[in-house]
């Protein structure tokens, strides 16, 4: 029976896609999905789909048909805001046959929501950067030298890393403030940035892969430039938190290193933007899902891979010949109005 697995909001993820039909070879095609017909990864698939925007009154049920006429044995979503879509309703996506890789509900809602999770992490006594709602609670733990600035205002529900100011004043902390109730003051980390690449067995439910690597340079919230890193100490925080919470399938966890102490400052239940080191360094999700829907739990293969590899990204372009582009697509393209204020 073919393994057809459907990614969702593919847009210019493309190695994801390479790397899963790679890993599928004749066992199955992997169909990419997205509502732009200019989304680049779609190109890269055995087969593309435009679907309607995530918003649209129809979105579900266009998946579900599509996942029950392609025969999709999983799915899963690149982006966040669907990842809330394909847990809350992933009986309906059960009920045709199709396993949603993702987490609970409440595990990504918890995750999404960096207050909750700031809540969560601290009252397992696991270290993170100190997070407030309130300027008050803020100003009051100031006075105590409990925290200083700088601090980072960001939103507790954001993603992407949008929104993210480094702030110095209490004037500047307060002008933001005042503009959006959906921000939250997060201790300033001065030290090394860490990405981590997780991997929870879709049958065994334990952490069984795991990569890190020192981010070197970022570029509009994703990992450009990293080191990989091996550190037993830091293997075992990541691996307590995520079974701590009960999280499944890929995971991209973001942490600092202060001194020799680790903490935890975000984590984002789907695959990260830094992934491809991992890939590239013979750390192969893509392979482990498979096994799982395969029927097989994967053995444990954390920090199998060298450190001290680089990975440095750069830019391609996809051409796309109109004739590549079925009618549909070409109902979907923005006008050039609209193109050119985008």
């Not at 690149?78 to 987490?103: C, H, M, Q, W």
């Not at 890193?229 to 202060?258: A, H, N, P, R, Y």
């Amino acid at each position: 029976m073919s393994i057809n697995i459907l990614i969702l909001s593919c847009g210019t993820r493309n190695k994801i896609v390479t790397y899963f039909r790679q890993e599928l070879a004749d066992k199955g095609k992997v169909i990419a999905a997205d509502h732009s017909p200019l989304a680049p990864a779609l190109y890269e698939a055995d087969e593309a789909v435009i679907v309607p925007h995530i918003k649209d009154t129809h979105y579900l049920e266009t998946l579900l048909t599509l996942c029950k006429e392609k025969n999709i044995k999983a799915v899963f979503s690149l982006i966040d805001p669907e990842l809330n879509l394909l847990a809350k309703y992933r009986n309906d996506f059960l009920a045709v046959g199709t396993i949603p890789i993702v987490s609970d509900i409440e595990k990504v809602e918890l995750c999404f929501n960096k207050y909750s999770l700031y809540e969560f992490l601290t009252q397992a006594q696991i270290p993170t950067p100190k997070s407030y709602l309130e300027e008050q609670k803020f100003l009051h733990e100031m006075r105590k030298g409990k925290i200083s600035f700088p601090v980072i205002i960001k939103p507790y529900d954001g993603s992407a890393s949008m929104q993210i100011h480094k702030v110095h004043s209490s004037d500047e902390m307060e002008s933001l403030m005042a503009c959006d109730d959906h921000l939250m003051i997060q201790e300033f980390m001065d030290g090394t940035e860490i990405g981590a690449d997780v991997y929870v067995d879709l049958l065994s439910k334990k952490v069984v892969s795991i990569f890190t690597k020192e981010k070197l340079k970022m570029r509009a919230g994703e990992t450009d430039k990293s080191r990989s890193i091996k550190d037993g100490k830091l293997f075992e925080l990541i691996q307590s938190v995520v079974e701590k919470i009960g999280l499944t399938g890929m995971l991209d966890i973001d942490l600092f290193k202060v001194g020799d102490e680790y903490m935890i400052s975000e984590i984002n239940p789907r695959f990260g933007g830094g992934y491809p080191h991992a890939y590239g360094c013979g750390v192969s999700f893509p392979q482990m899902v498979l096994n799982n829907l395969e029927g097989k739990a994967n053995p444990p293969q954390i920090g199998e891979y060298e450190a001290d590899v680089f990975m440095a990204k750069y830019n391609e372009i996809k051409i796309i010949p109109a004739a590549e582009l079925t009618k549909e697509m070409m109902i979907s393209l923005p006008t050039p109005d609209t193109a050119a204020s985008s």
